[in-house]
């Protein structure tokens, strides 16, 4: 058994950033970029009026106020997308709108608000700075400047910047592909009638619906019977067409859980066969050429929790993204909690903030079968291997769950 | 001018729940469920095994311990899927699967590790209680119980957890198709070269991304030139087709800005017309029937912070998800910020954590121009109304963006 820090290292030890592809920005959302992206153009491409308003040359304003006022003449209008080619004289001010390009010998733009209008003449009665409602040419950012780096997540900013830098299409990590095998002669359909001894299979729509979320694409080939050479062909087709092959179910110690046999007769290289985790225990990791197999417990709620704990950061650091380190936080118990010595504890709980501070409430049995409790849960706290019982008002690391 | 929370009042109070639609389960991860959900079975529907071991009547095993064992018949298996029919006699006990269930008799569980096994005789050398590694029938739910709350949100758990129950489809909340008008003569595709006083259509793809991360349905019409009767058109197609209209650019005093004209020439209920908050104040919001519309300013970065200001939480309502009153939280500020009294400043920084406590650095300009500024960004601090300045070490909301 190993212990949970150690079960993620070997982990990442074991996983492999995933190939790059070029794919338009939109497709690109909440992807990692992989290459440096560097501007082509400056931003703004040209000296751009922040306002509606007045484009002049601030000197002209030198010493106005409330008791000195100076008159220019309008000498037209500049609109946003047309460039002036004309030069600003002596006395003169254009009418600028919002993003429009300034003209030659303008260096301040003054608000349509703040000034006053004659038929064709400008009143300003106040001083303008140098600069004022301009944003200067290249501000944002100059040609040849680095714009991302790889390894940014692309959020909808990175599109909007990526945009306006004419990169239509950029390099991300391709998302894995996750197979999932779920054992168990006591799983039948969502929609059948339960017969005695039979249970619903609800790992297959967990599972799926946590794939989806971590942003890998899942290939479901069903409910496969407690049968050896039955699951040793879906283990064979699962490795050949995902980067990640899960199972649910089989792996404990029972007569028939058949996942570490088939490991190790198609030669698969088993990294570990346990986690001191609770829930979650029996937890199967190995790797088959560069392909990764996780064969994950049976029941429903240890399921969803070793995903989160150990399969998701593996699609993670393949899509390459950071390690999420700014997850847990410090959690005040609101209630005692019992727990056993030895294994790393998740506890599902209810965090409630009060005047900044996170507070953690009981929301029903821990047991591992048992997703009620978990459906009414947005967080956990961590109980440490070295911890058993722990009491109102201790303090433990915590985290929101399924964000 | 309204404040921002009057803004958001006049939005909420605008803003109703969609109608609902029955879709499988999987199509319905991260939307809101629409009904409530009871349970049309026990589960689990009959005691069950929580572990590999043997099952046994716990009053066997009375008094045992290191000085004393008891001996009991092998029975028989019962595998996971499996109904015994038979009952445990006097003496007997029955190896047992994890899941299956218990045969009539048993009470108790004892695992595969704790027993010794020779031939067909299971020796037993501890008291074993009542109940031990059984899951009771219903002790997760019951017939008739609820099992989900209308207005739940449909995470992997309860994709799980309804599969579980026999729910392969259930009713919620639908998702509303966003407008996208792009207004602005200076901008050029993305692909496009700059002609002198042209840039990007970035706002465009950032809109489209953060549509696409609320959960909504984007439906763009492109560019539109600043052409009051095309925009007119454009207007009234959007209201048709699109349960928000969003425009982009066009909403400020300028001479080419028709946003307002066209919705008085309409007939739409103009709410209000600009908003204390900064970057982006140039937003109107009105009505046309039940629809909703948003105009918002052009500048790249104050379309994001509005659109996730106003617009986010109008989809939000519409799905029928929670406000989200968990996301602020106090933050240090590491470094001295400018602003001035008047408006609600929101400051893109970037947040580190340091022993449990949140800090803010900055990252370059605010200027509302800036996606460069805000793509080094993960969080906001919040300057309110009535504060200027404020200095290194001053405490204020913040929170994290694009989560």
Redesign the interface.
Known sequence: MVDVDNALNIIYENTKEADLEKKD??SC??KVLAENIYSQ?N????D?S?M?GYAIKSEYTRGCGTEKSVKLEIRG?I?????CEDELEVGQAF?I?????LPKGADAVIE??KVKVEGNILIISEEVDKGNNV?KLG???KVGEL??TKG?NI??????????????SIKVYKSPTVALIIT????VD??SE?????????????????I??SGAEALSLGVVS?DKDNLKEKVKYALENADIVITS?GA??????FVDDVLKEIGADVKFTSVAIKPGKPITFATYKEKLFFALP?N??SI?TVFEGFVKPAIRKIMGKQEED?EE??VILAEDFEAKIGRRKYVYVEIK?DN?KYYAYKVG?Q??????T??RANGIVIIPEECGNVKVGDVLNGKF???
Chains 1, 2 share one sequence.
């Open positions: 920005i939109l959302l909440n153009d931003l703004p491409p040209f751009k922040a509606d209008i609109r946003a997308g047309y460039y009418k709108m919002t993003g429009a390009p349509i608000e944003i501000e944002e950012i714009a991302l940014s959020r909808p900013v990175e599109i909007g910047l990526l945009a306006s830098l004419g990169y239509s168990g002669d006591e799983l969502i929609d339960l017969e005695k001894g039979k249970i619903r299979n609800s790992n297959e729509y967990s599972l799926k619906a946590l989806k979320n407690d179910g404990s110690v029972g007569d028939y859980d049976g429903p709620s969803i700014m936080f410090p903030v900044g049995s047991c591992s079968n048992h997703l009620m978990m459906s769950i399924f964000r």
